[in-house]
């Protein structure tokens, strides 16, 4: 099974708690593969920040009411990008995070029209 663009975290209970429901956070998959719970964040550009993101999701996953039948199985997160960079590969390691590097074709395409875009400033 699997979900994209997925609330985590616990559904607030006060009225003024309920105002900010929607600021709860946004994991982009959640796969669950029957023994394991996969936490995917996915960014074009390898920023750290998407470090972050994924230990907080990681965090809030058990508190999610959704995925309450699933808190107990041990989980994998993953940073999803699209070039390879050193330093954020280093540091998903010293967070045990898969770093995986995926080039779909129209890839090639982006990264030359920002070259394009970034030359000009």
């Known amino acids: 099974m699997q979900w994209r663009r997925v609330r985590v975290g616990p559904i607030p209970k006060s009225p003024e708690e309920k105002l900010y429901g929607v600021l709860r956070r946004w994991v982009d998959a959640v796969i669950f593969t029957g023994k394991k719970v996969i936490l995917v964040e996915a960014k074009i550009r390898p920023h750290p920040d998407a470090i972050g993101q994924l230990l907080l999701y990681n965090e ?38 898969k770093f995986v590097v995926y080039r779909p074709k129209w890839i090639e395409e982006y990264w030359k029209e920002l070259m394009k875009k970034m030359a000009k400033r």
Do not use: G, M, W
């Not at 699933?70 to 045990?96: G, I, S, W």
């Open 60 to 97: 809030l996953f058990p508190k999610t009411p959704e995925f309450s039948q699933l808190k107990d199985y041990p989980r994998e997160l993953v940073f999803l990008t699209t070039k390879e960079d050193n330093a954020v590969r280093n540091l998903c390691r010293q967070h045990n995070i």
